[in-house]
């Protein structure tokens, strides 16, 4: 322990002075948290070939250069592929306050992303699988307006961006379903979320760190008829570093039963679902870092467990349930 300590506290020195002096306190706990992370996956800090935090785009449009996280390009030696998913790596904007600091305003994985120069400036990112409307590989434009960025999605990803996993369709994928109001309330509450400033708040999560926790950025839920019985199931997912390590993502999965809403999957991990499927349900793939495999979640007819093994099943999934 004392050995691992010690070569901690030299990452995070030797990884410092790579930081700029004016740099916001939220730019450098993330760095910091990243380099533990490097450290305790048993790699070492490299020096990188770009910074993985920059901070020449003004993004809201108030005439002060904002910054952008790039996970991807934050080197950590022997472990290349640490802080990227089959989703890709994780791109945060955060937007400076004038007053020394940054607050996040938008975090999400990414194969790829462009900035568009201008006030405001535009970011462009190449995303895959449920952030895409009609799954596969998409661009989104996102634009600030207000108070907050909204995302467009373009007609088509570029010809060289990454293609979607072949062997999965989608976390969300589904008949789509639409929840009112009081469901979706009552749905957070089930999976132990609170209510912090009108937003759910992740029971098991402050994102990066508490002062600039946002959960209106990290928070991503959609309903969906998975096993086709007419009642919605709601996946919840929530990202940040910060709380999941180098996974960077949790999911939940609710469904809903006769008597309210029920957990039937929380993991940390990006969630995927199969073509194939047990007792009506999609199976589902959880997992990350890297590009897999995945571990193999199924439905034994009273909830999903882990099946112990990895990827989407190739062949019919056979008619015997898992057992837990």
């Known amino acids: 322990m004392l050995r691992r300590a010690m070569i901690l506290a030299l990452a995070l020195l030797a990884w410092a002075p790579t930081l700029a002096k004016s740099m916001p306190g939220a730019i450098v706990l993330r760095g910091q948290m990243m380099a533990r992370t490097c450290v305790q996956n048993g790699g070492r800090v490299g020096p990188g070939e770009r910074p993985f935090a920059v901070n020449d785009a003004d993004f809201n449009g108030d005439g002060r250069a904002d910054w952008l996280i ?35 305003a938008f975090l999400a994985a990414a194969l790829t992303y462009q900035v568009a120069r201008g006030s405001p400036a535009t970011l462009t990112v190449t995303q895959q699988g449920a952030k895409c409307a009609g799954g596969g590989t998409c661009q989104k434009s996102l634009t600030w307006s207000r108070d907050r960025f909204v995302e ?109 809403w029920v957990t039937m999957i929380q993991q940390v991990g990006v969630a995927d679902a199969c073509e194939s499927r047990h007792n009506g349900w999609p199976d589902v793939l959880i997992g990350g870092p890297g590009m897999g495999p995945f571990s193999l979640y199924a439905f034994n007819g009273a909830k999903y467990v882990d099946r112990q093994a990895y990827g989407c099943p190739k062949a019919r999934a056979p008619a015997t349930p898992p057992r837990s």
């Open 152 to 260: 467009t999605q373009l007609a088509q990803a570029p010809a060289n961006a990454a293609p979607a996993p072949a062997q999965a369709s989608g976390a969300f994928a589904g008949a789509p379903f639409t929840v009112t109001p009081a469901e979706k309330i009552a749905a957070f509450k089930a999976a132990g979320f609170k209510q912090v400033g009108g937003k759910w708040a992740a029971p098991d999560c402050n994102v990066w760190a508490p002062e600039n926790y946002s959960p209106s950025a990290s928070v991503f839920q959609e309903a969906a008829d998975l096993n086709k019985d007419g009642r919605p199931e709601f996946w919840i997912r929530n990202t940040g570093t910060g709380c999941y390590g180098n996974t960077g993502e949790a999911v939940w999965l609710m469904g809903k039963t006769a008597t309210g």
């Open 70 to 104: 790039d996970a991807a390009a934050f080197q950590c030696l022997g472990k290349p592929s640490l802080f990227s998913s089959a989703n890709g790596s994780i791109v945060e904007v955060l937007l400076d306050d004038g007053r020394g600091g940054a607050r996040s």
